[in-house]
C-alpha cells in the first residue's frame, strides 16, 4: 500500500511511520513541523528504508491536492491537528481552525482522487468525565460532552466521519481510533517525544526534570476522588499504538463504512504511579510541587480494548516498566532533543 500520513513527523504518527515502513509499505508524509522537529525527518531515515517527506499544511487546499496529484495514495492516516487539552483551553480558535479543516481537506482530495481508506486519529476526550462506576468505558459508550476544545474538535470530526459513512456507506472505510494515552518512544532511542517549547504531557517533563532541563515537577491536582487522588489515565506504550495502525491497513477491506477502536491496555495507573515508574527507569528521585488542577482534566479514564483485540488482533503487550525505560533511552541518548 501507499500510505499518506498526515502528521507523520509528530510523536505517534513517526513511530507508525517507522512499522509501516518496516512491513514493506510506501509511506508518503505530509507535515508543516509546527509541532515537531525537522531533524526527526533524518532520524527516521535512519531508521528505516526511503519515505517521502512532503513540508506542506492539510489546511492549505490547493497546496495538498498537489500531494494527491503526485502520489497514487491508496490509505490517509490523518495524524493532523494539536493535540494538547491545557493549551487548547488557551488557544481554542487555533484547534477550531487546524484540528477541524485539515481532516476536512484531505477528506476533500480524498473523494477527488478516489481515495476511500482513512484512519482519523481520536482520543479518548470525546468520552468527557465518564461516572467510575461506568468503567472501563467502551465504544459504544456515550460521546460529545467534552472538556475542552482538543475534544471537542476530536469530536465534531467523528461526527462528519459518521456522516460521510452514513451518506456514502458503499464509498467510504473509515475507522476512528480513540488514543488512551500514548507514552515511551521506539526502543532504539532514535526517536521519541520531542515537542516544541514546554511539553504539555506528563512523561516528557518526568524526562526533562530527570535531566535537568527543568527543575521540578508540575502535578495538577491531588484532590481528585481517585486512590491516591492524582488522576487515572490509561497509558499505553506508543509502539503498541504505531502496531495498531499496522494491522490497521489489513482489516480496511473487511468494513463498510466506519468502525472505532478503543487503543489503550485496559488498566488504569494514577500520576503518582508514573511518577514512581519513572523514577525507578532513570535511577533517581523527581522532586514535584503540587499545584491546582488544569482546566478540563477529568478524575479517571480507562478503556475496554477487547474490540480491537477481537476484529483487528490486536493487544498493547508493553508494560509501564518498559514504556519509562523506553522514553529515558531517548532522553539519554537524545539530551538536547533531536
Not at 492539510?58 to 495524524?79: A, G, K, M, P, T
Not at 524526562?207 to 532541563?213: E, N, R, S
Not at 508514573?274 to 482534566?297: H, L, N, S, T, Y
Request: charged share 20%.
Amino acid at each position: 500500500k501507499t500510505i499518506l500520513v498526515a502528521g507523520g513527523a509528530g510523536y505517534i504518527g513517526s513511530h507508525t511511520v517507522v512499522e509501516l515502513l518496516n512491513a514493506g509499505h510506501r509511506v508518503v508524509v505530509v507535515d508543516n513541523l509546527s509541532n515537531s522537529q525537522e531533524n526527526l525527518v533524518y532520524c527516521l531515515a535512519q531508521q528505516t528504508i526511503q519515505y517521502s517527506f512532503v513540508a506542506e499544511n492539510v489546511c492549505d487546499l490547493e497546496r495538498l491536492n498537489l500531494v494527491f496529484d503526485s502520489y497514487n495514495i491508496d490509505v490517509v492516516f490523518d495524524f493532523s491537528g494539536r493535540k494538547a487539552v491545557g493549551e487548547s483551553t488557551l488557544l481554542p480558535m487555533l484547534y477550531y481552525k487546524y484540528n477541524i479543516n485539515g481532516t476536512m481537506n484531505l477528506l476533500k482530495c480524498m473523494r477527488q482522487h478516489e481515495v476511500r481508506d482513512i484512519l482519523f486519529s481520536s482520543s479518548c476526550t470525546v468520552y468527557g468525565a465518564p461516572d467510575q462506576e461506568a468503567l472501563p468505558i467502551k465504544e459504544d459508550d456515550s460521546v460529545g460532552c467534552c472538556q475542552c476544545p482538543y475534544a471537542k474538535c476530536k469530536y465534531f470530526v467523528e461526527c462528519l466521519l459518521s456522516d460521510l459513512a452514513t451518506g456514502e456507506p458503499d464509498y467510504w472505510r473509515i475507522m476512528v481510533m480513540r488514543y488512551f494515552n500514548p507514552v515511551g518512544a521506539h526502543e532504539s532511542g532514535l526517536i521519541g517525544e520531542d515537542p516544541k517549547g514546554d511539553p504539555l504531557n506528563l512523561l516528557p517533563k518526568l524526562a526533562q526534570v530527570a535531566t535537568g532541563k527543568r527543575p521540578i515537577l508540575d502535578v495538577y491536582g491531588e484532590d481528585y476522588s481517585t486512590v491516591d487522588g492524582s488522576p487515572i489515565r490509561d497509558y499505553v506504550h506508543v509502539m503498541d499504538v504505531a502496531t495498531a495502525h499496522l494491522r490497521a491497513v489489513k482489516h480496511f477491506q473487511d468494513i463498510s463504512g466506519i468502525e472505532i477502536y478503543n487503543i489503550g491496555t485496559g488498566e488504569g495507573k494514577s500520576t503518582w504511579d508514573m511518577v514512581k515508574a519513572f523514577e525507578a527507569a532513570c535511577g533517581k528521585p523527581i522532586p514535584f510541587r503540587v499545584c491546582q488542577r488544569r482546566p478540563g482534566d477529568v478524575p479517571a479514564i480507562y478503556c475496554d480494548p477487547s474490540k480491537a483485540e477481537r476484529e483487528l488482533g490486536w493487544k498493547a503487550g508493553r508494560s509501564l516498566k518498559q514504556m519509562c525505560e523506553d522514553l529515558w533511552r531517548f532522553y539519554v541518548l537524545n539530551p538536547n532533543g533531536y
